[in-house]
């Protein structure tokens, strides 16, 4: 059965995966109060209907994308396939910053509707909470860099530590995936 001191460290939580859950719930908290200011500024009136331009839809399918090139890599590595796990590493890197230069063309395309940011309440929400949204893919980029520098500077070795360090991202991935998708759902129900 073991000690008691292994059960405890079977059944303790990893600190860091702990850490990520509460910034995670902190996110999700700060995109909830952004979305309700939206529902309550939209019912007051002075609001100004415009459909999405067409490149968030894209967007979204890049990021999606990019969530399943990040699991094809995660499941390589757990497998012990290198290429895989490298390449599917490189490509989701790839498509993260595609999805924040594609977020800059529906910017402009937001502005050549004539929903700028001053313009109406309703484009300027838009902006905001897209602009916040893409800073967290930003963070997720940057763990992406240290993820592809241990897959490409050290030594190929699938170990427990790496695994647990690579979930991580995985994880964070998977959720700014995941929070885009609602905000797009979001924002075609409310009719930005």
Not at 10 to 28: D, E, M
């Amino acid at each position: 059965m073991g000690s008691v001191a292994e059960r405890y460290n079977q059944s303790k939580i990893n600190p860091q995966k702990l850490a990520l859950w509460v910034a995670i719930g902190g996110i999700v908290m700060m995109f909830a109060a952004f979305t309700s200011a939206y529902i309550v500024r939209r019912a007051a009136g002075n609001w100004l209907e415009f459909k999405l331009p067409a490149i968030f839809f894209v967007n979204t399918a890049v990021i999606l994308a990019s969530s399943i090139a990040l699991h094809l890599s995660y499941t390589g590595f757990k497998a012990g396939r290198e290429a895989r796990y490298k390449g599917f590493l490189v490509v989701t890197f790839v498509l993260g910053f595609i999805f924040v230069i594609l977020q800059y063309y529906g910017w402009v395309a937001l502005n050549n509707i004539g929903a700028t940011f001053t313009v109406n309440p309703s484009s300027s929400f838009i902006y905001v909470i897209s602009g916040l949204h893409a800073a967290h893919v930003l963070g997720g980029i940057a763990a992406l860099t240290v993820a592809l520098t241990h897959a490409f500077v050290l030594p190929f070795k699938p170990t427990f530590r790496r695994k647990q360090r690579f979930e991580l991202v995985v994880q964070y991935w998977h959720f700014v995936d995941i929070l885009w998708v609602y905000l797009i759902i979001f924002f075609m129900l409310n009719g930005s």
